[in-house]
């Protein structure tokens, strides 16, 4: 069960152990928790996994499997800050080669329908400086879909 006091809960169809199983492995995380529903239920029976739990870089989560009445969308998202190229494309290719779709600015989107930032450290450390430097990153960041993290450094170097 949850330890904390709040974790997030996505909706799936009927997908949650294979999305927990997906996450714990692209991400390092653990699968903690897998439990059945008692009785029948609107989109289920009795003796079907209701809700998973896992854990990603400490955060608890709780996948619930609802049936088709709602779909995720891109007013949630999971931003994965990334130390280098290596990072960034490994996590990148992971949700994208899993069935899932590429976006803009460093956005994909998980077969599941979940979006995911994966944001390179750089990008963010551009938007705090603030000024040129953030708006040169902005505008580079503006043209890729996966982040290039060699484009946005040459971005945030000061023109000669």
């Known amino acids: 069960m949850p330890t904390n006091k709040i974790a997030a809960c996505l909706w799936y169809?009927?997908?949650a152990e294979e999305a927990a199983r997906f996450y714990a492995e692209t991400f390092g995380g653990e699968v903690t928790g897998v439990h059945?529903?008692?009785?029948d239920y609107p989109s289920g029976k009795a003796g079907d996994v209701l809700t998973v739990e896992w854990t990603l870089f400490?955060?608890?989560f709780i996948g619930l499997n609802g049936g088709d009445t709602f779909r995720p969308n891109e007013a949630t998202s999971f931003q994965i800050m990334t130390e280098d190229q290596a990072e960034t494309d490994r996590y990148w290719d992971a949700i994208v080669r899993n069935g899932g779709q590429e976006?803009?600015?460093g956005w994909c989107k998980d077969k599941w329908g979940h979006s995911w930032q994966i944001t390179p450290r750089t990008l963010t450390e551009a938007m705090a400086a603030g000024g040129e430097e953030a708006a040169r990153a902005f505008a580079a960041m503006m043209t890729m879909g996966r982040i290039d993290v060699a484009a946005i450094d040459a971005a945030r170097q000061v023109p000669a």
């Not at 059945?36 to 009785?39: E, G, I, L």
Request: aromatic share 0%; net charge neutral.
């Open 13 to 15: 169809d009927r997908e």
């Open 103 to 105: 976006s803009a600015c």
């Open 58 to 60: 400490g955060l608890q």
């Open 36 to 39: 059945r529903a008692p009785a």
